[in-house]
């Protein structure tokens, strides 16, 4: 059985940092590409970053560029969003996701599983 299990979330202020982790298993971790995304109240899941089967390519949404890096361990089956320089608006709970298409994919629909997501809030 497939599990992702996210962590890392929690309530900072504003210009703070946190560091989101996600730990697959279930899987061949390194098969796949992951993703993050986000989903705020009321406003569909949104796409934050993906990075490839080996680590050397990713994507980022032109929101958090120059401030959130995805990384990920394949010995450890994890995948990690740093984020820094918070903002209000990076509020969310926040998805990891796990995709094994040939391109590095930046919808919700490609993607095969998903984490139960973990609540990121920023306070101004």
């Known amino acids: 059985q497939v599990q992702l299990v996210e962590s890392g979330g929690g309530l900072v202020q504003a210009g703070g940092s946190l560091r989101l982790s996600c730990a697959a298993s279930g899987l061949t971790f390194s098969w796949y590409h992951w993703g993050w995304f986000r989903q705020a109240p009321g406003i569909e899941r949104r796409f934050v970053a993906v990075i490839s089967r080996n680590g050397t390519n990713s994507a980022y949404a032109d929101s958090v560029k120059g401030r959130f890096t995805i990384s990920r361990d394949n010995a450890k089956d994890t995948v990690y969003l740093q984020m820094n320089s918070l903002e209000p608006e990076d509020t969310a709970v926040y998805y990891c996701?796990?995709?094994?298409?040939?391109?590095?994919?930046?919808?919700?629909?490609?993607?095969?599983?998903w984490g139960q997501g973990t609540q990121v809030a920023v306070s101004s």
């Open positions: 996701a796990a995709d094994r298409d040939a391109v590095l994919v930046t919808t919700t629909q490609a993607y095969d599983y």
